[in-house]
């Protein structure tokens, strides 16, 4: 994924880039291995930082900053805007529904070049309409299916094939 | 947390408050580490820097003498001062202390690095 985005976009180098939602930093450890300028990964869960924290160290990236915050804090919490803003927002499907919407209007406001993000394939059509009235010109990049094994109490099957769309929204 | 990053944040998701920044710093310990000298990404990002806020806060953390009192005119092509910059801004790191909003006083721990 973010091959591509430094391939295809140059989005990457020399980038300041927030990973919203970084959870255990894999987007974040991406940028900074393609050559990112700055990265802030925000989560709201402070264990996922722990082990974001540790990734960092194991693979000895240094130029990742870490700050516990909500989606909703992050909206005021910085002063300026990021190049680009990376994130695998949570689907929003069983009790956060509409969570991935929030995580993209957060965005668009804290990016100053492009959004990229990961979206329920069936729900393209709202995403899409939703981004462009929010001002964003949006570009489904990839379609992605990926098989997910059962990682929480609620889910009731062993694993589930969920096709997803790898989604560029641009800014400026 | 560098104060790349300390540079840019604010108290605004505290009601009532109207601008809260810059953020003041209580440290407890600080770190100084070595990153990478990326040049073109320093250059890019000085327009962006409060650099009277830079100041205070590398003043803050004890390490005032290592950064230059403004930023010159040409500093794209001053190697000399890109490398402090990068310095400042990159490799001095709070990890733990408070990080306080300068209208409410509300505190922010600093923990390992990560502030709340």
Redesign the interface.
């Known amino acids: 994924m973010i091959h591509t985005i430094a391939s295809s976009f140059d989005d990457i180098e020399?980038r300041?880039i927030l990973d919203l939602g970084c959870g255990c930093g894999m987007l974040s450890i991406g940028c900074v291995m393609l050559g990112a300028?700055?990265v802030?990964g925000v989560d709201i869960d402070?264990d996922a930082?722990d082990t974001c924290?540790q990734n960092l160290e194991d693979f000895e990236m240094?130029?990742v900053?870490?700050?516990?915050?909500s989606v909703?804090?992050a909206g005021?919490?910085?002063?300026?805007k990021f190049d680009v803003v990376v994130m695998n927002p949570p689907f929003g499907t069983k009790h956060n529904k509409g969570l991935d919407m929030k995580f993209l209007e957060t965005a668009l406001k804290l990016a100053s070049r492009s959004v990229y993000s990961l979206h329920k394939t069936s729900t393209r059509d709202h995403v899409l309409k939703k981004a462009q009235s929010w001002g964003a010109k949006p570009q489904v990049v990839a379609e992605l299916r990926y098989d997910l094994p059962a990682t929480y109490k609620h889910h009731t099957k062993a694993s589930v094939d969920i096709n997803v769309d790898f989604i560029r929204f641009a800014v400026s | 947390?560098?104060l790349?990053?300390h540079?840019?944040?604010?108290s605004?998701?505290i009601k009532q408050v109207n601008t809260g920044?810059p953020l003041l710093i209580e440290a407890r310990d600080v770190k100084v580490?070595?990153?990478?000298f990326?040049p073109?990404?320093i250059a890019?990002?000085i327009p962006?820097v409060?650099w009277d806020c830079l100041r205070r806060a590398a003043e803050q953390l004890g390490h005032l003498d290592k950064i230059p009192a403004s930023v010159p005119d040409t500093y794209e092509n001053q190697q000399e001062f890109l490398k402090q910059a990068h310095h400042v801004l990159?490799e001095i790191e709070l990890i733990n202390g408070d990080l306080v909003c300068p209208e409410s006083n509300r505190k922010f721990p600093v923990t390992?690095?990560?502030?709340?």
């Open positions: 020399n300041s300028g700055s802030v402070p930082l924290q240094d130029n900053d870490l700050i516990n915050a909703e804090e005021l919490l910085f002063r300026n | 947390m560098k790349l990053t540079n840019m944040l604010t605004k998701a920044y580490s070595e990153v990478e990326n073109e990404f890019k990002i962006k409060d990159l390992d690095g990560i502030p709340n």
